[in-house]
């Protein structure tokens, strides 16, 4: 099968040829790749070289290739690699083309931009990234029931840390992968600072800028921590540290909390990086209007630890659910900040209360008036 994505046409398996595995869903995770390595270029022109790490078809490091950059793709898989020669010469590509394991060869090379986007977790290959990249370090994360905390074990054995299956699981999500890439990077006295970061569907992808030093690294430490949420009243808190100090039982309602840890409190984009990949976003991606949209949600978004679903909290209150525009409308009124966020039409961060949201978006004046 041949399929354009982009400028580029490369040959993918057939759908019942599993032999190289190629997703079409991903497609916006490329194109919005694509974007990124542009904005990129232009906050750091010395960037030229581009490892895509576990290139399966060649499909990304084909479309990095035909943008500029100094290519190599790598695969452990003998069908892989052949494909992705054969679509790099179809499309006028240079590139080189390893079958090798890509931590031996991130051990043994630098790259500027070193793309990880393996089936699952990255985590068996962040340490060798680390050591191999030298500016920018794009990681993808499949593996979301274990990063959210659906699956509670294989979230800690593979994130060092406490998922927890809230409402706003997305984020969570973000957040304990956050932290275990700054962890393993600060390992190395590196400095993984997010300038792009999303969870879409099935994945998760961050675009990470490297600095070095232990006290950029230390500085990253510090923006770890604790969120302690109960599921009875929906309170949720946050503090930084390395040591959890969850309350006994939830100030406001006398349940039990839960507390997930460590994840990253801090923000997980760049506002003035995420307006720049969107001056690059063209027509030529298939997925443009998607990836608009995405990225002025992730410009407004407010830089807090979790968020609240609208549907939810009304069905939880009772009521029906007005116009979204309408809901936050009342809550500006009220005098909170608050955000549309991008993991679902009905989600928003704001620093308010449960009770002040509800106090603050109600119909119902008695109801505002004895609060």
Not at 149 to 156: L, M, N, Q, W
Not at 259 to 286: I, K
Not at 341 to 364: C, L, M, N, Q
Request: hydrophobic share 35%; with cysteine.
């Amino acid at each position: 099968m041949n399929v354009r994505e982009g400028t580029v046409r490369v040959v993918i398996p057939d759908e019942d040829d599993g032999s190289v595995f190629f997703n079409p869903v991903q497609e916006l995770n490329r194109d919005l790749t694509v974007a990124v390595l542009r904005a990129y270029r232009e906050r750091e022109p010395r960037a030229e070289t581009y490892l895509d790490a576990m290139t399966a078809s060649g499909i990304r490091g084909v479309r990095a290739g035909a943008d500029g950059w100094e290519v190599t793709c790598c695969d452990i898989d003998e069908e892989a690699t052949a494909l992705c020669r054969e679509n790099l010469r179809q499309n006028d590509v240079d590139g080189e083309v390893l079958e090798r394991d890509v931590n031996a060869v991130l051990h043994e090379t630098y790259f500027d931009v070193v793309d990880i986007d393996p089936f699952g977790t990255p985590i068996p290959f962040v340490d060798a990234a680390f050591r191999g990249t030298r500016n920018l370090l794009c990681v993808t994360a499949t593996d979301t029931a274990p990063l959210c905390g659906a699956h509670f074990e294989s979230g800690v054995r593979s994130y060092s840390a406490v998922p927890r299956n809230t409402e706003y699981h997305a984020e969570m999500g973000v957040r304990i992968l956050l932290s275990a890439l700054v962890r393993t990077g600060a390992r190395y006295d590196i400095a993984p600072r997010p300038l792009l970061t999303h969870a879409t569907k099935h994945y998760v992808r961050t675009y990470l800028e490297l600095d070095r030093g232990a006290t950029v690294a230390n500085e990253m430490i510090d923006q770890l921590g604790y969120i302690y949420h109960c599921e009875h009243c929906l309170y949720r808190d946050s503090e930084t540290g390395l040591i959890a100090n969850p309350p006994s039982s939830c100030p406001n309602c006398g349940y039990g909390i839960q507390t997930a840890g460590p994840v990253w409190l801090a923000g997980t984009c760049e506002r003035s990086f995420v307006e720049t990949v969107r001056a690059y976003v063209s027509e030529e991606f298939g997925t443009q209007k998607k990836i608009d949209s995405l990225l002025e949600l992730l410009a407004g978004e407010l830089a807090l630890p979790t968020h609240y679903d609208q549907h939810r909290l009304c069905k939880r209150w009772g009521r029906s659910a007005n116009a979204m525009s309408t809901f936050l409308g009342d809550l500006r009124e009220a005098g909170y900040e608050v955000s549309r966020t991008h993991y679902g039409g009905t989600t928003f961060k704001t620093p308010a209360a449960v009770d002040e949201i509800r106090s603050a978006t109600s119909d119902d004046r008695e109801y505002r008036t004895s609060s």
